[in-house]
């Protein structure tokens, strides 16, 4: 069972476009949603993440939009740029002593001159 | 500072053989995580730790064997290699979540691993 749902799968932005990945989960019990960007051959790095207290987290480019009520979250870049070309994955997790993330599929994000 | 250092970086392995993937971490992080990724599937957890000693289950298991003697090392078994191991695995390490936020894992490079 995919607790975590992302789309699109993959992501073509021009230079300086908004780029957005959606993610969307099942279980209420989530309370931390981290964003993990990827580049080739390496392991995945923490981006940004929010907790359902508020809806919206910004960190320099990146932006992370959460929806509790629709049990939905989302990844904007603004300005992207061609080092933003990763594979950016979602996540979820329940916290007060589970550790554990719940990934979801990952989308690969390329953007073009 | 190395972070979280996996050997080796490739590997190819005829069915039915067993190898060890190694995995360290030098930022004296107590959780330690072994994930699986494979194409469009994101990543799966196969094995946690949360101390020296101390192993539990995550959500593909099946296959695999881990053991945490150490703080540093968690390494990860596969006994009877099978085709559908075939995958890239990440290590990942953290401080507890106890410290009162979540806590950022911190992902080795992976190990390519071919069951042919």
């Known amino acids: 069972q995919q607790q975590v749902k992302q789309s699109p799968q993959s992501l073509i932005v021009q230079k300086g476009g908004i780029s957005i990945i959606n993610c969307a989960y099942e279980?209420?019990?989530?309370?931390?949603f981290p964003w993990y960007q990827q580049f080739p051959g390496k392991g995945p790095a923490l981006l940004i993440a929010i907790r359902p207290d508020v809806s919206e987290k910004k960190e320099g480019r990146f932006t992370i939009s959460f929806n509790k009520s629709a049990k939905q979250f989302s990844l904007h870049i603004m300005d992207s740029q061609p080092g933003d070309s990763a594979t950016y994955f979602c996540a979820a997790a329940i916290n007060f002593g589970n550790e554990k993330l719940t990934f979801g599929t990952g989308t690969r994000l390329t953007i073009i001159p | 500072n190395a972070g979280v250092t996996q050997t080796p970086k490739f590997r190819i392995l005829k069915i039915g053989q067993s190898m060890t993937l190694q995995c360290a971490q030098d930022m004296n992080h107590n959780y330690m995580y072994w994930y699986r990724q494979d194409p469009g599937m994101g990543l799966k957890l196969i094995y946690y730790?949360?101390?020296?000693?101390?192993?539990d289950k995550g959500e593909v298991p099946n296959g695999y064997n881990v053991s945490r003697s150490t703080t540093e090392d968690f390494p990860l078994r596969l006994e009877l290699a099978a085709p559908s191991q075939t995958s890239v695995y990440f290590c990942?390490?953290?401080?507890?979540?106890?410290?009162?936020?979540?806590?950022?894992?911190?992902f080795g490079d992976g190990t390519r691993l071919s069951i042919l």
């Open positions: 279980n209420t019990a989530f309370d931390y």
């Open positions: 730790s949360v101390g020296a000693g101390i192993t």
């Open positions: 990942a390490s953290s401080y507890s979540w106890d410290r009162g936020a979540p806590q950022p894992q911190h």
